[in-house]
């Protein structure tokens, strides 16, 4: 579990920094004249759609940390049952077992 831990960590820091990265790219938008079809109004579009990704995954990791906390880690939030551990190497910050991901999808 501490090295699941150290994963969930690991990588909230590098999603942190990722967002910060985006932040600053999306801050320069002003030096562009934007104009409908530039190529860096595209930019600007695509790095706010990603900045909604990586905060939500931010959240997915401060969540699964939150239940580490909790002791309610590696439950499946659908129907209860323990997360294979195969499945939480792979994906540390997920809420569901295999069967109810694959359920949802
Ligand atoms: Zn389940």
């Avoid at 530039?38 to 401060?62: C, G, M, S, T």
């Avoid at 880690?73 to 659908?78: A, H, L, S, T």
């Amino acid at each position: 579990m501490d090295q699941i831990k150290a994963k969930l960590l690991e990588e909230r820091e590098k999603v942190r920094e990722e967002l910060a990265r985006i932040e600053e790219a999306l801050q320069e938008r002003g030096e562009y004249g934007l104009g409908k079809g530039d190529p860096a109004v595209y930019q600007w579009e695509f790095n706010l759609a990603l900045r909604e990704q990586f905060k939500e995954h931010l959240q997915e990791i401060e969540e699964a940390l939150q239940r580490m906390e909790e002791g309610t880690y590696g439950i499946c939030e659908e129907c209860g049952k323990p997360i294979e551990i195969e499945r939480l190497e792979v994906l540390p910050f997920t809420s569901l077992c295999i069967a109810c991901a694959k359920r949802r999808q």
